[in-house]
Nanobody, 119 residues
């Protein structure tokens, strides 16, 4: 199993920046990718960014050019640098990881960290 702990959310004015962190523990050797999703009230959870072990990234269309995902493998931590924040970025941000053999294939989620952008 993998445990995920997020930090770094908060309240920021439009145009500002935040850096989210997510530390993984447990079966980290089985991790194949890490990333972030977000969910605003009344909306479905949507992709923010993912990063595979091979270095491939995938960003949601609404954050391309503003958000950057990175990873410190030694610390088993993934980061999301959010710049030029907009009120529509307000959401709960969830860290995500998936595991592969020799562990079972499974998706794990963090507890979420709230990002609120004021206009």
């Amino acid at each position: 199993q993998v445990q995920l702990v997020e930090s770094g959310g908060g309240l920021v004015q439009a145009g500002g920046s935040l850096r989210l962190s997510c530390a993984a523990s447990g079966d980290t050797a089985c991790i194949s990718a890490m990333g972030w999703y977000r969910q605003a009230p009344g909306k479905e959870r949507e992709l923010v960014a993912t990063l595979t072990n091979g270095g491939s990234t995938n960003y949601g269309d609404s954050v391309k050019g503003r958000f950057t995902i990175s990873r410190d493998n030694a610390k088993n931590t993934v980061y999301l640098q959010t710049n030029s924040l907009k009120p529509e970025d307000t959401a709960a941000y969830y860290c995500y990881t998936r595991t592969q053999p020799p562990c079972r294939r499974y998706n794990y989620w963090g507890q979420g960290t709230q990002v609120t952008v004021s206009s």
